[in-house]
């Protein structure tokens, strides 16, 4: 059966794979095509294994086989069952796996590498890139471990997953100089004319140390972009196995998806105010709850359930803010029925997403979408920021930073960051649990402005109470 | 010009172009579904599977095609659950549709 697929038909049908890979991307720029994209996803990737299954027809199939249907029983188990607010623990997850694989493939390659193809000894090309490949897979898999303990809330149970950042001193020289120690293993491995196992054993071990010290300083608000970077490295270390086994599948599907956890990393980046290098070297949103002192003399007007319900369905035009308080609350569900009753009343209702309103890019408008709130409501920060000056109200549920307007104020530690124009609309309703202040430890001048109403409560129950007395 | 091509050389050509490809496609994502590209990206970055099942692949076994094996369950996992999460979020974007429900 092996000689029945020679290597140009094989190359061939990972073409076709390849370009399947690329629609399912592109199938993703709107809701209405995305499904047919997801389904190219998946008949790339059945053409890919199929036709590697066929290459090693004679070899030991009936084991590949047995995994291939034990590995994929538990993923479909895990997709079915979890919740749409783990998405970021699953995605997390998820990374580390493919970390993980491309470590061992690697390992194998070192080890064997006829068995791909590739000559025996490894030319030194192959090398390099099979050591690229093995320690960005290594710090995939450690450091998305630590970032699924965060998202996971494990804290307590390991400090290494604690949320807040983990520092100590001398830290990022320590991170340096074991990296320089990596490179130095990874050319001891490039330039050996054997297998050089020790360096390769040392270099991986070192990978996989730095992938844990690189992830734990950085702080529970800027997990958006840790998980978007990891999603970028699991990419290129599936390009960089591709690199040293000469697979070009591998190599266009890992820089697809390479890129695309770039291009994330840099809007989440953008949409929190933070260069990528502040975010990676950490220690954000350790010890700066000062800044919210010296507030005693505001005052706030508080109102209750029924005041807002008042208030929005008498209103023309209403802008629902959700913020990750609202999912935390489950509150999304009486959300999509209170929207429903305004509309019914004739009030225009819309959705206003600040890119980081979830716990991982797009995560609001999944919520929302599984609570069946219509993608056509739901709208763009960029898309709606124009619309606040001639909306009647804004109900703000669980969101804080991504509203706060000294975001335009000079000076202030968020300056500059991107937010939802909610002062500007002509009454604003805020539910929140208490005063506190949010991720930025900044305090919020919203709350205290005149045409601000604070409805305090746990989100679910405010929701619930108006929804009762809107009728 | 004479010899051939080395494969370094040409793998870095399909790189530079596959960034390319992949640059332009992303930006094109609607954010709203942000969260499913980065479920399907993992579905199809596990397409290191391949590279798993060519380890897992010689009649002999020894050290390295059992890793290979095991390497091939743990892109098992992203493959079914990266393409399966994807389809289920993608589903809870098609329903709520109210207008048209004579379309299904």
Redo the contacts between chains.
């Keep these: 059966m092996a000689p029945a697929m020679s290597a140009n038909q094989i190359t061939l049908l990972y073409l076709v794979?390849?370009v399947c890979?690329?629609l399912?991307?592109?199938g993703?720029?709107?809701?209405t095509s995305?499904?047919r994209?997801?389904a190219f996803?998946?008949a790339?990737?059945a053409i890919?294994?199929l036709t590697?299954?066929a290459?090693?027809a004679?070899?030991?199939i009936d084991?590949?086989l047995l995994?291939?249907?034990?590995?994929?029983?538990?993923?479909?188990f895990?997709?079915?069952r979890?919740q749409?607010t783990q998405?970021p623990e699953?995605?997390a997850a998820?990374?580390s796996?493919?970390g993980?694989?491309?470590v061992?493939?690697a390992?194998?390659?070192v080890?064997?590498p006829?068995?791909?193809?590739v000559p025996d000894p490894l030319p030194t090309?192959?090398k390099l890139?099979l050591f690229i490949g093995t320690f960005v897979g290594a710090i995939t898999f450690s450091g998305s471990v630590i970032a699924f303990g965060k998202l996971a809330g494990l804290g307590k149970q390991f400090r290494l997953f604690s949320s807040a950042p983990v520092v100590f001193p001398g830290q990022h020289m320590v991170n340096l100089a074991l990296a320089l120690v990596m490179i130095g293993f990874g050319a001891a491995f490039f330039l050996a004319d054997d297998k050089a196992w020790t360096a390769f054993a040392v270099m991986t071990a070192i990978a996989f140390v730095l992938g844990v010290l690189i992830i734990i300083p950085i702080g529970g608000a800027d997990m958006p972009v840790v998980?978007?970077m990891l999603?970028s490295y699991?990419?290129w270390?599936?390009?960089g196995?591709?690199?040293s086994?000469?697979?070009?599948?591998?190599?266009?599907?890992?820089?697809?998806?390479?890129?695309?956890?770039a291009?994330?990393s840099y809007?989440m980046c953008k949409a929190m105010n933070r260069s990528f290098i502040s975010v990676i070297l950490g220690g954000f949103g350790a010890a700066e709850g000062t800044a919210a002192a010296g507030t005693g003399d505001k005052t706030v007007r508080s109102g209750s359930s029924e005041d807002a319900a008042f208030l929005m369905a008498n209103a023309e035009s209403v802008i629902i803010v959700p913020g990750y308080g609202l999912a935390v609350a489950r509150a999304q569900h009486a959300v999509a029925e209170m929207t429903e009753k305004l509309i019914e009343k004739g009030v225009n209702v819309r959705y206003a997403?600040h890119?980081v309103a979830?716990r991982?890019?797009?995560?609001m408008?999944?919520l929302l979408?599984?609570a069946?709130?219509?993608?056509d409501q739901?709208f763009?920060m960029d898309d709606i920021n124009g619309e606040f000056g001639t909306t009647d109200v804004v109900l703000v549920l669980g969101a804080n930073d991504v509203v706060n307007p000294l975001a335009y104020e000079k000076g202030s530690a968020i300056y500059g960051m991107p937010v939802l124009d909610v002062h500007k609309s002509r009454t604003v309703l805020v539910n929140k649990r208490s005063m506190a202040s949010g991720y930025a430890g900044l305090d919020n001048p919203l709350f205290y402005m005149d045409k601000t109403m604070m409805v305090f409560g746990d989100a679910k129950k405010v929701v619930e109470e108006i929804v009762k007395a809107i009728d | 010009m004479s010899g051939t091509v080395?494969?370094?050389v040409l793998?870095l050509m399909?790189?530079v172009l596959?960034?390319f490809?992949?640059?332009h496609?992303?930006?094109?994502?609607?954010?709203?579904?942000?969260?499913?590209?980065?479920?399907?990206?993992?579905?199809?970055?596990?397409?290191?599977?391949?590279?798993?099942?060519?380890?897992?692949?010689?009649?002999d076994?020894?050290?390295?095609?059992i890793?290979?094996?095991?390497?091939?369950?743990?892109?098992?996992?992203?493959?079914?659950?990266?393409?399966?999460?994807?389809?289920?979020?993608?589903?809870?974007?098609?329903?709520?549709?109210?207008k048209a429900k004579g379309s299904e």
């Design positions: 794979a390849s890979f690329i399912a991307l592109k993703l720029s709107s809701p995305a499904r994209g997801n996803g998946i790339g990737m890919a294994v590697t299954l290459v090693i004679k070899g030991r084991l590949v995994a291939m249907v034990v590995g994929g029983a538990i993923g479909a895990v997709a079915r979890v749409m998405m699953l995605v998820m990374h796996l493919v993980m694989a491309a061992l493939i390992i194998a390659a080890n064997n006829a068995s791909f193809g090309g192959n890139e998980i978007s999603n699991s990419g270390a599936a390009a196995i591709g690199f086994l000469n697979n070009s599948l591998l190599i266009v599907a890992g820089s697809l998806v390479g890129s695309s956890g291009i994330l809007i997403i890119p979830g991982m890019p797009g995560h408008n999944v979408a599984e069946e709130v219509p993608y739901v763009e | 080395d494969p370094t793998n399909v790189f596959a960034v490809v992949g640059y496609v992303i930006w094109n994502v609607t954010p709203a579904l942000h969260t499913p590209l980065m479920s399907v990206t993992n579905a199809i970055s596990s397409v290191v599977i391949v590279g798993a099942i060519l380890a897992a692949g010689p009649s076994p020894d050290f390295g095609s890793l290979g094996v095991v390497a091939v369950g743990l892109a098992a996992v992203n493959v079914a659950g990266g393409f399966l999460v994807t389809q289920r979020m993608l589903e809870m974007f098609k329903k709520k549709q109210p």
